[in-house]
Every structure is written in C-alpha cells, then in structure tokens.
C-alpha cells in the first residue's frame, strides 16, 4: 500500500482532435442533393435529384454499402421519428455545404453555426431555405421534403452529428489544435514540483 504515485506531464497535444469533412466533391453538387428516407424510416440516403424519381419509393432499398447511405436504427433516442429523422439529414446537407466553404471550422463549431443559425431566424425552415440554389424557388431538398414528410423536426445538435458520422463514405481531415503555451508552461512547472516532492519523500524514507 506504500509507494509514490507517478504523474506523467500532459503536453496538452493533438487532444481533444480537430476534426473536419474533407473531400465532399465525391458526394456530387451539393445543390443538387436530396434526402431521402429507407426501408420507412431509420436510414437515410443522400442522392442527386436527377438519380430519383420524385415518386419513386425506396422500400426494400437495402444497399447498405452506397456512399451516401446512413443507417440511424440505432439512434433510439430520436424520438420525433421519421419527422426528426429527416431533419437530421437537412441539417446534414447544410453541414457539408458550410463545411465546404469553411475548411478551418471542425466539427464542433460548423454545428455551432448550424445552431446560430436556426436560433437567429425560422428554425429549420431557415436551413431548408438557405439550401435554395441561386435562381431557383426551391431546393430539391425543399420539394423533396414537402412531397415524402409535409414537414419536419429540429434535430439537436449531437444527433447531427451522429447522421455526419454515420455517413457512408464521408472522410475526415484533421486540423491544428491551437494549444495555450502560458497554460502548458504552468502545467509543467506544477508537474515539475511534483516531481522534485516524490523525490524528496522518496529519499528520506531511505534514511
């Protein structure tokens, strides 16, 4: 039961992870994108609109591997059902688009604007309206989202997140951690006392 307990300094380096969705041309023109709901709910599958009929149904769809596919049957937490579901893949359609012209922003802080965003104005509606292309009355997530759901809830925001890293094919790139140089040279110096105690009672016991 005797002994010193020995602290390792923490440098404060590559932790927590900065990370940030890279390489989202393979998922095709983001203006272009609709969601579209599987199987009656509890997957997701990001297309172009011209691959999908409108009226087309996705029952029995059952291509799990598909870039673009999301399975969320295991996000039991969403309980605003298919309703919220699809909000969830709106706000991961605004996600990649803002991620795309915003390649310093990790994940945290495109979800913090995505939140802002929604906070500032109509909600939801004020994401579904912004993924409008220049010109156009209504995007295709817009004409989608009114022909299968009518209307749809706000995710919060860890469940955006999940819909992101469930994404079938989606990469992430890691970004610089900004580390406080002040803060990591208190931590040491506290770190170095420590040290130069344990050796002290370390010595003294030998005597």
Known sequence: GRGVVHRLPWDGHGTPRRRHPVDLDRFGDMDR??????????????????????DETMEGYDSDDEIGMIDMTRCEQLLGGNWQLYGCGI???????????NPDLDLNELVDELESTMDASDGIGTIISSLRPAGTAKSPAHS???????YAYRPRRYEVLMTLTRMRGVVFGELPTEVDEEELRLKREAEERKRALAELWANRRKK
Do not use: N, T, Y
Request: hydrophobic share 40%; glycine share 10%; with cysteine.
């Open 33 to 54: 994108c609709r969601i579209s709901l599987l199987d009656g709910g509890g997957k997701l599958l990001l297309v172009q609109s011209e691959d999908m009929d409108p």
């Open 91 to 101: 706000c991961l359609l605004w996600l990649m688009k803002h991620a795309k012209s």
């Open 144 to 150: 989608s989202l009114l022909e299968s759901m009518g």
